[in-house]
């Protein structure tokens, strides 16, 4: 099944690949961009609540303070937030920083696809899609007109 585009305003979406080893850096560099500009509103979204806890805890180490949103949350304040992708429906954020889009954590199956369809979904206006390596196969062939393609 073929997604249809939608509307959405804002930049081109940045599909970075980094080095694996440069994760922490390469996040914490886009989530630096994103709230040093107009967005006031940035999640960074992951794939498991396990992952999201490591994250947050490689990004208070460098010195980025942010929400940890996991299963027993019941609000949500606004900021930069870390969330899982599975909690994610519902709500929206300027920006998005999609981590690890590769092919271990979105495989080419229908529920990958949703999810990760949730996860983009949330970004109101900039999108960031970070993988290590190969990119998830449900982004592989993302059409030039929408995507920039950055090395980091």
């Not at 994103?34 to 609540?49: P, Q, Y």
């Not at 949350?73 to 690890?100: C, M, R, T, W």
Request: aromatic fraction near 4%.
């Amino acid at each position: 099944m073929q997604a249809v585009p939608v509307f959405r305003s804002g930049e081109k979406v940045k599909v970075v690949r980094h080095m694996p080893d440069r994760r922490t850096e390469t996040i914490a560099r886009a989530v630096r961009k994103l709230t040093a500009g107009s967005a006031s509103t940035v999640a960074v979204i992951g794939r498991t609540e396990h992952e999201c806890r490591e994250l947050h805890a490689a990004l208070l180490k460098a010195d980025i303070s942010a929400m940890l949103i996991d299963a027993s949350q019941n609000k949500y304040d606004g900021g930069l937030s870390i969330v899982p992708v599975h909690l994610a429906k519902g709500l929206e954020f300027d920006a998005v920083v999609l981590v690890d889009v590769d092919r271990a954590h979105y495989g080419a199956n229908e529920h990958d696809a949703r999810l990760l369809y949730v996860g983009c979904t949330r970004a109101l206006h900039d999108l960031w899609v970070l993988h290590a390596g190969e990119r998830s196969p449900l982004v592989a062939d993302a059409d030039e007109e929408f995507v920039r393609h950055i090395e980091a």
